[in-house]
């Protein structure tokens, strides 16, 4: 009986530690490996680029691989992880009923479906998540894991190819300035046997492709993601977070005249030209549209781009800031619906106590942070390919705070609960449940 409960004792301060030889496990495995796999299939223009048609197969297999990763752990009951997966679900359905409502009237701008699709992701997670599906059912093994590297080293490997045959002046596909947040996220992935090759290639594509061409954006989202890193290592409270994470962006609007000069200095001393009139000047255009109906925005039934000079040609552009093309498409309460779900995600994640719940947060909050500097300034959910990952990174945060993940441990399972002050549920599963005389008497 002593031994036992010594062997309880270990499973459960292992369960605390939340690792396996202090290695910390991935969260969401399928749903990374899903998303950076569909991002690399940019790297030939079939996610980005194409007919509508494949947003039905694309949000699938995306959907299905969130679900599988629920069923590797167990829905908390606090009433902060009810409210985060209704807001969820009020966010998308909101997107998804204007655009509906305008197609009706015969007033649907296609372009603007990318921004009402997608964060059906997050959607339909919300909904798994109050339906409690799959609680339980089974483990989230470590084959899951090995693919979602394996995702990794592919989207690094074609980052690499691309940036070595690149011979344009122009932004890349793969690793362009919107998408700089993917490869944060790969850097934050848990070490593990493999994991350093992959992230050496990721760091060799980062490079090569700030010198093919550099971008002050792409720097702006590696400082923010560091600084982000360092005060959740600090473990910061979850005001202090919010306030940078949204603080950045409002900084950049308030000190737009010094910081357009200092940007003309950076693009000046690299030897490229300086896009941040073109910026201003398609944010400016968007602005009217907005005021129609601040509330509802345009109501998919405008265009989510506008005419610019681009290299000395006028051409449609993206508006360089997805809180405004987002405010176009769903008004302020679509930006006021995400704005209250991030924030409230990340106050509770900051609020977890238990250090593998700590350790998960270093895993996706500085990507998300690096996701939303570069929302301000470039067209992130403007295109499929990096709105699937922002809003994939977004799944992995709310599963870090409303889910109670499934531990394994030496020849048993812990059960970890992120919400519940550190204290760890452990229990052992064995083929075997006999218990010998020999032990009886012990």
């Known amino acids: 009986m002593k031994r036992n409960l010594n062997r309880?004792?270990?499973?459960?301060?292992?369960?605390?530690?939340?690792?396996?030889?202090?290695?910390?496990?991935?969260?969401?495995?399928?749903?990374?490996?899903?998303?950076?796999?569909?991002?690399?299939?940019?790297?030939?223009?079939?996610?980005?680029?194409?007919?509508?048609?494949?947003?039905?197969?694309?949000?699938l297999g995306l959907v299905l691989a969130v679900g599988f990763d629920l069923q590797g752990s167990l829905s908390l009951r606090a009433p902060r992880a009810y409210f985060l997966a209704l807001l969820s679900i009020t966010y998308s359905a909101w997107?998804?009923?204007?655009?509906?409502?305008?197609?009706?009237?015969?007033?649907?701008?296609?372009?603007?479906?990318?921004?009402?699709?997608?964060?059906?992701?997050?959607?339909?997670m919300g909904v798994m998540q109050l339906l409690r599906l799959g609680d339980g059912k089974r483990v989230s093994s470590i084959g899951a894991e090995t693919v979602a590297y394996i995702g990794a080293g592919l989207f690094a490997l074609l980052c690499l190819i691309e940036v070595l045959m690149t011979n344009k002046?122009?932004?890349?596909?793969?690793?362009?300035?919107?998408?700089?947040?993917?490869?944060?996220?790969i850097f934050c992935m848990p070490r593990r046997k493999g994991a350093s090759g992959v992230k050496f290639l990721m760091a060799a594509a980062m490079v090569g492709s700030l010198i093919a061409y550099p971008s002050a954006t792409t720097v702006a989202t590696l400082f923010s993601a560091a600084l982000i890193f360092l005060l959740v290592r600090k473990r910061r409270s979850g005001f202090e977070v919010s306030v940078v994470v949204?603080?950045?962006?409002?900084?950049?609007?308030?000190?737009?005249?010094?910081?357009?000069?200092?940007?003309?200095?950076?693009?000046?001393?690299v030897g490229r030209t300086d896009n941040t009139q073109t910026r201003l000047f398609l944010w400016k255009q968007a602005v009217p549209y907005i005021q129609e109906d601040p509330l509802v925005g345009g109501a998919a039934r405008v265009s989510i781009t506008a005419l610019?000079?681009?290299?000395?040609?006028?051409?449609?552009?993206?508006?360089?800031?997805?809180?405004?093309?987002?405010?176009?498409?769903?008004?302020?309460?679509?930006?006021?619906?995400?704005?209250?779900?991030?924030?409230?995600?990340?106050?509770?994640?900051?609020?977890?106590?238990?250090?593998?719940?700590?350790?998960?947060?270093?895993?996706?909050?500085?990507?998300?942070?690096?996701?939303?500097?570069?929302?301000?300034?470039?067209?992130?959910?403007?295109?499929?390919?990096?709105?699937?990952?922002?809003?994939?990174?977004?799944?992995?945060?709310?599963?870090?705070?409303?889910?109670?993940?499934?531990?394994?441990?030496?020849?048993?399972?812990?059960?970890?609960?992120?919400?519940?002050?550190?204290?760890?549920?452990?229990?052992?599963?064995?083929?075997?449940?006999?218990?010998?005389?020999?032990?009886?008497?012990?």
């Open 8 to 59: 309880m004792r270990i499973i459960q301060h292992q369960a605390t530690q939340g690792s396996v030889g202090s290695t910390p496990r991935l969260l969401m495995p399928l749903t990374t490996a899903v998303a950076l796999t569909l991002v690399s299939l940019d790297f030939f223009g079939w996610t980005t680029g194409g007919p509508s048609w494949r947003y039905g197969p694309v949000l």
């Open 95 to 124: 997107l998804l009923v204007l655009v509906c409502a305008a197609a009706v009237e015969g007033a649907w701008s296609t372009d603007t479906l990318v921004v009402a699709a997608v964060p059906l992701l997050i959607g339909a």
């Open 169 to 185: 002046t122009g932004p890349l596909v793969l690793l362009s300035h919107e998408k700089a947040f993917i490869a944060i996220f």
């Open 246 to 269: 949204f603080g950045v962006p409002l900084i950049a609007f308030a000190l737009m005249e010094p910081l357009e000069r200092a940007l003309s200095g950076f693009y000046s001393a």
């Open 308 to 442: 610019a000079n681009i290299n000395g040609v006028f051409r449609p552009t993206p508006l360089h800031n997805s809180f405004l093309t987002l405010g176009l498409v769903g008004g302020a309460i679509s930006v006021v619906l995400l704005c209250v779900l991030l924030v409230t995600m990340v106050g509770t994640a900051m609020q977890l106590s238990d250090p593998t719940s700590q350790v998960f947060v270093q895993q996706w909050m500085p990507a998300l942070v690096a996701g939303l500097t570069t929302f301000a300034v470039n067209p992130v959910i403007d295109s499929l390919g990096s709105a699937l990952f922002f809003y994939a990174i977004i799944c992995v945060g709310l599963a870090n705070t409303t889910r109670t993940t499934f531990r394994p441990v030496a020849s048993g399972i812990a059960t970890v609960a992120p919400n519940d002050g550190g204290a760890a549920v452990a229990s052992t599963f064995s083929r075997n449940t006999k218990v010998s005389p020999r032990r009886r008497r012990q």
